[in-house]
């Protein structure tokens, strides 16, 4: 069964959006694990807009399942990530103004870099993941940078799935099995939803997790959030 990581910065949001502590992400991710997922995935970005680094650290103690902590390396990222000791950390090149992560790692550009900080995390005993494009060459890179696992950038793929889907899964399915093949384990995230979740996992070999926030929480509001975690695990059987 593929692992479903809940995404709770959007919870943070709607709190940020008032400045008190409605809703509490603390509680939020404590309800997710008992609806069914089966890691909670935080996105502290610099400018702490979604989650904090403090959210990050009181949850650390309070997360019985897979606490994944994803972000750009900056230094104070690092030392977050080294300090609460999470059972992944997942790279995410992304720019201090972009509204959400919108392009996987040149492991190539920056190899010398990702080495340096994915041996730092490994050291610690924090599985590492790099969010990157599906690209064999860019994933040969990846590997040869000694990361753990690959995440798939999927936003190319939700945005063609409506189109062709077939057309859509092709790159991913062939990346994916190119990264198995090296021994890496696969990850998945990024405009994954209830409608094009399934078919990814089905054609996606060795896909080991994903990670869903957005259309997850925007679901919970019609249908609860223990409903659509629920619906969620079920495209991933
Ligand atoms: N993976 C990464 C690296 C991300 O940055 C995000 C968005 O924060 C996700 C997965 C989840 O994407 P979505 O919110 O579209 O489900």
């Known amino acids: 069964m593929v692992k479903l990581s809940v995404n709770i910065n959007k919870i943070a949001t709607i709190r940020n959006a008032r400045g008190g502590n409605m809703p509490d992400v603390l509680t ?6 008992r609806f069914g997922a089966d890691g909670i995935t935080v996105h502290p970005r610099p400018d702490e807009r979604h989650i904090t680094y403090k959210d990050v650290l009181n949850l650390r103690p309070l997360i019985t399942t897979e606490f994944n902590i994803e972000g750009n390396p900056i230094s104070s990222f690092i030392d977050l990530v080294l300090s609460v000791k999470p059972h992944q950390v997942t790279l995410v090149p992304d720019a201090h103004d972009a509204i959400t992560s919108n392009a996987g790692w040149n ?3 920056y190899k010398d870099f990702l080495k340096d900080v994915i041996s730092a995390f490994k050291e610690c005993g924090i599985r590492t993941s790099i969010f990157i494009d599906p690209d064999k060459i860019l994933i040969d890179h990846a590997f040869e940078i000694g990361t753990d696992r690959i995440e798939l950038y999927t936003e190319p793929y939700a945005k063609n799935y409506s189109k062709n889907r077939d057309d859509a899964i092709n790159l991913f399915a062939e990346a994916a099995d190119h990264a198995s093949k090296l021994g890496l384990g696969i990850n998945a995230g990024h ?3 209830l ?14 997790e994903v990670s869903i926030g957005h259309a997850l929480i925007c679901d919970a509001l019609y249908l609860g959030l223990e409903n659509t975690i629920q619906m969620y695990k079920r495209e991933l059987k």
């Open 28 to 33: 939020a991710a404590m309800n997710c694990e």
């Open 191 to 193: 405009d994954l939803n």
């Open 195 to 208: 409608e094009n979740l399934k078919y990814f996992k089905q054609n996606i070999n060795g896909l080991l």
């Open 107 to 109: 492991t190539i550009k």
